[in-house]
């Protein structure tokens, strides 16, 4: 039976991949997946075959891994999760047209799990991922959203918090959120996780809104129990001490 292997291969670098991505990976006879990825994914299995499309194409470079599969083992790969974000989904939907291939979801480290470590231990209670890009989403269902979770008092994680085409998105978000949550609120952004140049940085949400975010940062915006201590983000889960 040909195959597909849908992998999310974590933040980038090879030792933060999970060793069934790894071995799927390894055993492609093509790789498929958006040309930044590909290209970091060319620095640890430089000897594949790689497919790879621009932003805006994932139904064209979704049929390409179908198309391909006809006669090759095909991994089409995502940063982080394959799920979250990824293309899990409409490879599934995408699949009812291809019933002669299968199909398998392998999961990843995703951003809000190892930015969050970077951060210290960011995610230590509930906490939800919404992503700012309206590409997809329109804008007011994320502001609603936002605001619900600010209103339950979860951690909140923002994927895509920032680009060009939307250069005051994050600004916009932590104003709406200030409507509910106090601007001295503990945060943290974590970027270019696990590549070179990864960073991370506290701040307040007063100080978060002016921060300029790019779409390799991840946002944390901590909960009323969250606190900065020796300049990492945690989030207690409760224990008495």
């Known amino acids: 039976m040909k195959k597909i292997d849908i992998v999310g291969f974590g933040p980038g670098n090879k030792n933060k991949m999970t060793l069934e991505a790894i071995e799927a990976i390894n055993n492609a006879d093509i790789v498929v997946g958006f040309s930044t990825y590909v290209e970091i994914l060319k620095e640890s299995f430089p000897n594949k075959k790689y497919l790879s499309t621009g932003m805006g194409s994932e139904i064209e470079r979704c049929k390409l891994a179908f198309e391909k599969a006809r006669d090759f083992d095909v991994a089409i790969v995502c940063s982080g999760d394959s799920s979250i974000y990824g293309m899990a989904g409409l ?40 992503s700012l890009s ?40 932590c104003d709406l959120l200030m409507s509910i949550i106090p601007k001295d609120r503990s945060c943290g952004v974590a970027a270019n996780i696990g590549r070179d140049g990864e960073y991370s940085k506290v701040m307040t949400l007063e100080e978060l809104a002016l921060y300029e975010a790019d779409m390799f940062t991840t946002v944390f915006i901590g909960n009323s129990k969250t606190r900065i201590m020796d300049d990492k983000l945690v989030t207690p889960r409760g224990y008495i001490l």
């Open 134 to 173: 309206d590409y997809l989403t329109d804008r007011k269902d994320i502001d609603k959203r936002l605001l619900a979770l600010a209103s339950c008092d979860m951690v909140i994680v923002l994927y895509n918090p920032r680009s060009k085409a939307r250069p005051d998105s994050l600004k916009d978000a």
């Open 91 to 130: 490879m599934r939907e995408m699949s009812i047209s291809y019933p002669d291939i299968t199909v398998n979801t392998i999961p990843g480290v995703t951003a809000a799990i190892s930015g969050g470590a970077l951060l210290g231990a960011a995610l230590g209670h509930d906490f939800a991922c919404v």
